[in-house]
């Protein structure tokens, strides 16, 4: 595996744009809990002072006996008092302020030194205080060292920067992980695909268990390998359809050319130039078969799918050939249920059943009743060509559907041994099953796959 191409890998960008994310998440989610939890401690000790100053204010317009005020709120470790009577006069002095400060007030430990007279010996501490005048003139404030939620502070930034640490280890780690299992996959992928460009069609991409996107995609492109592999097979086959059966009738048309160039006879001449020409023609149909057989094969004749009326389209190819099948001493006879619809291409659909009929016609005996019958419902429908002919040899059955196979007692008849591989293209291009019964006579019948 190329270690750059993966720190420069879509997979790895965005499994670190990911843990990014999430570092990012946890910080602002760190320093959410880092407000509220001291901002909840400051409002509890700021309430708490703020009662005691309103009890000392209450105390003090009753009476300014400093002993009395130092009862009713007694001196505490980390608690610092500050009465002063209308007169100006100091009756409890644990912190000395500067000035009088009103209201609830956060100090820092600089803002302390400032606004204290004795406010060095602090530390480095701040103040939650609140100050108040009282309604005979006086003055209280009482403060409470924030130790505690400098502490709590000072905990919660260290297990801040400990848990965004670890965040930044995790994801980075996670992150790695899953951008190295799809670098792997993706270059797996890479891997089948070069072997199929270098002419290895049986690769196929791996599909995990996982089946999450990456197995869709491969998924589908398994699904398009198969498609290309059935193109060119079906362009190989026709190629060497080409190469083997299509010799001996070349040969048979420079026969006739050549012996039309040394016949000194012109009637005979003619002749012979007319049965190239019908050779010649014979070789256009064959090669116009085997290119629509590869076609039809090779897919993408799904865009010309319509629904349309089986029943009426039977009914009208059995009116059309029943007079020449009349006049060559057979039968045409049909039972077909009418209202059958089906979703297909129309024209090949057609082609089909003609290449059926055409078949019976020139493969059977005069005096053969041949039946068309077509019966079902909805997609569960099912069409029979029989016959009371002699039928297809069991030795031949299986191989009728291949190019150019004609059976031996065929062999005298005109065709080219392309009408069953033609019915047999059109058919499974539909998804449709089509078989050849064992009993006597022929018995075909066309269903669609269940």
Do not use: C
């Not at 609830?104 to 302390?112: G, T």
């Not at 999450?212 to 097979?233: F, H, K, W």
């Not at 049965?275 to 094969?297: K, V, Y």
């Amino acid at each position: 595996m190329d270690d750059v191409g993966f720190w420069r890998s879509g997979a790895f960008r965005t499994a670190m744009l990911s843990g990014a994310l999430f570092v990012g998440l946890t910080v602002v989610l760190l320093a959410l809990v880092y407000k509220v939890a001291t901002s909840t401690i400051e409002h509890q000790i700021s309430a708490s002072v703020e009662s005691r100053a309103r009890t000392l204010e209450q105390a003090l317009e009753e009476d300014d006996d400093e002993e009395e005020l130092s009862h009713i709120v007694p001196a505490q470790e980390e608690l610092f008092r500050y009465v002063e009577n209308a007169q100006g006069k100091a009756l409890i002095g644990d912190l000395v302020p500067r000035q009088h400060l009103m209201g609830a007030r956060v100090l820092s430990p600089d803002q302390v030194h400032r606004s204290f007279i004795d406010g060095e010996r602090l530390d480095d501490s701040g103040i939650i205080g609140f100050g108040m005048r009282g309604r005979n003139g006086g003055y209280v404030f009482v403060g409470q060292e924030d130790e505690h939620v400098s502490e709590l502070r000072e905990a919660l930034l260290l297990a801040g920067l400990a848990a965004t640490g670890f965040a930044i280890l995790l994801s980075f780690l996670l992150g790695w992980r899953i951008a190295l299992r799809n670098f792997r996959r993706i270059d797996r992928l890479n891997s089948v695909a070069a072997k199929v460009m270098g002419g290895d069609m049986a690769q196929r991409m791996p599909v995990s268990t996982a089946r999450d996107e990456i197995d869709l995609l491969s998924a589908q492109l398994n699904r398009m390998l198969d498609r290309l592999e059935s193109v060119m097979g079906a362009i190989r086959q026709v190629t060497n359809d080409i190469a083997h059966d299509m010799r001996t009738p070349l040969g048979r048309l420079q026969r006739k050319l050549e012996q039309a160039q040394d016949e000194s006879d012109p009637v005979a001449a003619n002749a012979l130039v007319d049965s190239a020409l019908d050779e010649s023609r014979t070789m256009l149909d064959m090669f116009g078969s085997m290119l629509r057989i590869a076609q039809i094969e090779g897919g993408g004749l799904q865009k010309h799918f319509t629904t349309f009326n089986l029943s009426s389209m039977l009914a009208d190819l059995v009116e059309t050939y029943r007079p020449a099948m009349t006049d060559g001493g057979r039968e045409l006879v049909s039972d077909l249920q009418p209202g059958i619809e089906i979703f297909g291409d129309r024209a090949l659909v057609q082609q089909m059943f003609s290449n059926l009929v055409d078949n019976a016609a020139v493969h059977t005996p005069r005096g053969t009743i041949i039946r068309v019958i077509l019966e079902g419902r909805g997609t569960d429908w099912i069409a029979r060509f029989t016959d009371n002919g002699p039928g297809i040899d069991p030795a031949h059955r299986p191989y009728i559907f291949d190019r150019f196979y004609r059976a031996d007692a065929s062999r005298t008849t005109r065709g080219s041994g392309l009408g069953l591989a033609l019915v047999k293209a059109v058919a499974e291009a539909h998804e449709w099953d089509i078989t050849i019964g064992s009993e006597a006579g022929l018995a075909l019948e066309i269903r669609p796959v269940t």
